[in-house]
Structures are given as C-alpha cells and as structure tokens.
C-alpha cells in the first residue's frame, strides 16, 4: 500500500444506515481495515445515513415494500453520499442490493459470509409445521411469505417492518404469533436469547446474498480499492457472483419472490434458485452443480431455465 493510510487526522468514512445490524456491519468492516493495516479505530469514521427504507412513518404504518418502490430502498441515499464525496465506502447488507450499480460506483469487496439461513422465531417454540391452522404470521418480505403459503396456504401473513429489534417487539406485544429474521443478523448481533430455529435450506431457499456485507466504493479510488482488496473474501464472491447473476437476468430485486443460493465444496459449486407467485400458489425450482468459474454463467442458464418452465403469465407480477 504505496498510498496513504486513513489516520486520525484524516480518517476514512465509512458509509452505513442506523440500524442495530447496520452499524454492526459497519463496525465489522472497521475493525477488519483496523486490524488489516495496524490502525487505531480513530482512523476510520462511521457516517449514518438515513434511507428511504428508514422512513418512520413508513414504518409505522406498515405499508408494504413493493408500495414504497423496491430497487434501492435501503441504498440510494448511500450512494449519492458516496458518489457526491460525502463518505468514502459504504457497507452494504447485500440481500438490499439492487444488480446494478450507479454509474462510478464499484462493488466487489464482501466480507466472509455468515450464516445464510431463515430463522423461526416464536415464543411458542414451534416450527412452521406446528402452527395451528390460521395462525399469524408477520413478515414483510414478498419472498418469505410467498414461501410459507406454498407449504402452509392456511395460515394467515400479515406486514411485518422495520429492524430487528422492532419486530421481535412486535412479536412481544402479540401482532403475530411468530416471524422470521435471519440468522445472520441475529449472530451479528449476538441475539443468542432471542427464541429462534435456524430453517434449513432444503425447507425454505434464503434470499438471493442473504448473510453476506458488501462494500461499495467510487470506480476511480484506487487509494481505497488497495485497502478493500486486503479484507475482500474470494469464496463469497464467488458464491455471490452466481448468485446475483441469477437474480440480474430474472430482473429481480430484494422485494421480489426469488430465493437462491450458491455453496461450494471443493472446487465445486452447487447452486439452488426459486422463483413463486406472490401468493405461493405455484413455485419453480432449480439445482444446478458446475466449477467455481461457471458461477456466473450457471446463474443466467438457471434463470433462464426457470422462465421457460415456468411458462407464460407466471411473472405477470413484475408489472
């Protein structure tokens, strides 16, 4: 690293909306540059932004995502700073990233990826199947509710937002009888009380990115491009490579009913996707294994596959 390094004096702004689970990504990514170059935590500057998907009265009156307008709900105030010079790097939740980036902006730095599973959460302690016919559940993900009305078509969905804290206050004052979050937030925010069964895959296909932090940058910093390439994790990338791939050439974004994943073994790379109505009543599912440089290209032949069998008018709801 021939450029200078952040320092007290002129630390290096890190991007980042308010919430318990963003600041902790923040801080993450703090603490690996720090720990990476042998800086003091001073070097380097948390800047909250507020979005659009941080809206309180949004919040409050529970009005669903899609309602508000999906692609980059959570990002492009973040972005703007970036591009207008206000902040230096901004950490992402990549499950809240649209495909496409901003003319001269970059993402191609993530951090190692946590668990990328669904979480049941219900004081009751039941599962998915346990639940009596007609039971709330709260969730405001199109992709989650459309997923559990597949499998359990009796049970009732109601809008279910804000952060993680919210909703498990939400769940506390009865709203719903269960919800879910995931697990990654939950390990990031050492939450081990919260009463919460890790769903595995097989029953319900994550998000398209979900556990994973991205840091984005302005295209031309290549002072701040040589510090990301220090605590950028290849094995994520690679997942998240096929992975985003198959949400581009579906046209998908987090507020979509889309789930997919890609998990490595070796030097193989296994790749699940799903795509649903919004009201669960028919979903089309693929699974695909192939080298780790195929990931892109397994992602866009996954899709494409899916939009056949899944025939015409299945995806009327993309409007």
Not at 180 to 186: D, H, K, Q, R, V
Not at 244 to 270: N, V, W
Request: proline share 7%; hydrophobic share 40%.
């Amino acid at each position: 690293m021939t450029q200078p390094l952040p320092s007290p004096d002129a630390p290096l702004r890190i991007g980042t909306r308010g919430s318990p689970l963003a600041l902790a990504q923040a801080h993450e990514t703090r603490d690996r540059l720090a720990a990476a170059f042998d800086l003091p935590g001073a070097a380097f500057e948390i800047v909250v932004i507020r979005t659009t998907g941080d809206d309180r009265a949004m919040i409050a009156a529970d009005r669903p995502l899609k309602e508000i307008g999906n692609k980059g709900l959570f990002t492009r105030e973040i972005e703007a700073d970036l591009i207008a010079g206000r902040i230096d790097i901004a950490v992402h939740s990549m499950k809240d990233m649209p495909v496409d980036q901003p003319p001269g902006l970059v993402l191609e730095t993530y951090l190692p990826r946590e668990d990328p599973r669904d979480a049941f959460v219900s004081p009751a302690g039941t599962g998915i199947d346990g639940l009596a016919r007609g039971a709330v559940v709260g969730t405001s993900s199109l992709r989650r509710k459309a997923q559990l009305l597949n499998r359990r078509p009796d049970l009732a969905v109601v809008e279910f937002r804000g952060n993680v804290q919210t909703r498990l206050r939400k769940l506390a004052d009865g709203v719903a009888d269960c919800t879910f979050l995931a697990m990654a937030g939950l390990n990031r925010l050492a939450m081990q009380d919260v009463p919460a069964t890790p769903i595995a895959a097989e029953s319900m296909l994550p998000a398209v990115a979900q556990g994973a932090i991205g840091i984005e940058r302005r295209s031309d910093d290549t002072r701040v491009a040589g510090l990301l390439e220090a605590i950028h994790d290849a094995q994520t990338g690679q997942r998240l490579a096929a992975e985003r791939a198959f949400l581009a050439t579906l046209d998908g974004s987090c507020e979509t009913p889309i789930a997919g994943l890609a998990e490595l073994d070796g030097g193989q790379l296994r790749l699940r996707g799903e795509v649903l109505r919004p009201d669960g009543s028919e979903s089309v599912t693929g699974d695909v294994t192939g080298t780790l440089l195929d990931g892109p290209e397994m992602g866009r032949a996954m899709a494409l596959d899916l939009l056949e069998r899944a025939g015409p008018g299945f995806f009327d709801w993309r409007g």
